[in-house]
């Protein structure tokens, strides 16, 4: 795995730079502290992961990770910080992790374990992956990207998209056994979630969260649920 590591402090660079030698499995790991340098290495280099800081001199984080997701083939982003308030900013532009400084080497091991598993999902997944749905006779086609959530009520299945929702018989073990583990993830027993498609994250009762998606439909999730939830955010 080819990591590079964007940040404007020098010692908070060597000191990521040290643990991630540490961790099985990286083989190179390159340096920038601005922006363009950023944008240096990813023309230079092939990067697998991108370790990045949200405060640069004069720079953000944020924006440059907006820029990398409009790049073909762009290289999974953690990010690195010394600030905790950005994270639901982090995770809208489909962060694989949030970490906070002073680092630790468990931690650091944690975060590249769950990047390898995902390049090798991403590896595996088809090119352009769809879901058959049959409803109302007829079938329909729908990209696994454009799917926000689904949810169960009876013995119906209802799969909402930013433009309409299918109904179907297609129970939800079913459903999760089609649609890709990188991004979709059970969050309830009558919810599956496309967590790229999250906007707000909000503490819930009983220690539980309730999530709000791109269609502004709030989904809960429950107890039973709340710790896979929160590894696979990196809450």
Do not use: C
Request: proline share 4%; charged share 25%.
């Amino acid at each position: 795995m080819n990591i590079a590591i964007i940040d404007d402090e020098r010692l908070a660079r060597m000191e990521l730079h040290y643990l991630l030698q540490q961790v099985e499995g990286v083989e190179n790991i390159y340096e920038g502290e601005s922006i363009e340098e950023a944008f240096a290495l990813l023309l230079q280099e092939t990067i697998d992961l991108l370790f990045l800081d949200i405060h640069l001199t004069d720079e953000s984080g944020l924006d440059l990770a907006k820029k990398i997701q409009q790049v073909p083939h762009p290289p999974l982003i953690i990010f690195a910080t010394a600030y905790d308030n950005h994270a639901v900013e982090a995770f809208e532009l489909n962060a694989l992790d949030y970490i906070l400084k002073p680092f630790e080497q468990e931690r650091i091991k944690k975060a590249v374990a769950k990047a390898q598993q995902t390049l090798v999902k991403q590896t595996a997944m088809p090119v352009n992956p769809r879901l058959t749905i049959e409803t109302d006779e007829r079938i329909f086609l729908v990209p696994f990207d454009e799917i926000l959530y689904a949810e169960v009520q009876g013995k119906q299945t209802t799969i909402h998209t930013e433009e309409r929702q299918f109904i179907t018989t297609l129970t939800l073990a079913a459903l999760e056994q089609q649609v890709p583990s990188i991004n979709f993830l059970k969050v309830h027993r009558s919810y599956i979630i496309n967590t790229a498609k999250i906007t707000e994250i909000q503490p819930w009762f009983n220690q539980t969260y309730q999530v709000t998606m791109s269609n502004q439909e709030k989904v809960p999730v429950s107890r039973s649920y709340v710790k896979s939830f929160k590894q696979a955010i990196g809450l």
